[in-house]
């Protein structure tokens, strides 16, 4: 299903960035955003909010909804210029209850985006949390091989065992 992320599909899409981002702590992304808004003007589009989103399903014979609970949500939208005046805006929503997270993945993604200042810190935050990615999945794709049951071992049930 993931596979291996290789030099010809380098960089990702835009829609992998913080998915990759968020798999390594959160300290190294906030520090990076810290540095790129101390060289460059970092506004807020919106305002960084975070709160409580329903998590809901739709039942499968009635197509009626019913919520399964109640997952936090934060969301950030910032607009970076550049010390040369260029301009472009991020965007991050996270199922996290950290603004201050929210709104430093909204400025790496603007930042990467648009190729300003400081995107080749950002994409090298990107390839390792790449990697981070790729090794819980390969973890999960070993515990996965280790439950795996062979099923054709239980014979084809023809044998009478009233006898």
């Not at 998590?55 to 997952?71: I, K």
């Not at 985006?113 to 790449?130: C, F, K, T």
Request: hydrophobic letters at 40%; proline letters at 6%; aromatic letters at 4%.
């Amino acid at each position: 299903m993931n596979e291996p992320i290789t030099q010809s599909d380098w960089p990702p899409p835009r829609s992998q960035w913080l998915r990759y981002w968020s798999a390594i702590p959160a300290e190294l992304t906030e520090a990076l955003a810290a540095e790129i808004s101390d060289q460059s003007e970092v506004r807020d589009v919106t305002l960084p909010q975070s709160g409580l989103g329903l998590l809901q399903l739709p039942d499968s014979a009635l197509n009626d909804l019913y919520f399964l609970g109640e997952v936090p949500v934060s969301h950030a939208n910032v607009e970076v210029v550049a010390p040369d005046g260029t301009r472009a805006e991020g965007g991050a929503r996270l199922l996290d209850d950290r603004q201050s997270l929210a709104r430093a993945l909204a400025i790496l993604d603007a930042t990467l985006a648009a190729r300003l200042p400081y995107h080749e810190q950002a994409m090298s935050l990107l390839a390792a949390g790449s990697e981070a990615v790729q090794q819980v999945q390969a973890e999960r794709n070993a515990i996965l091989a280790a439950t795996r049951v062979d099923f054709s071992l239980l014979g084809d049930g023809s044998e009478d065992d009233d006898e």
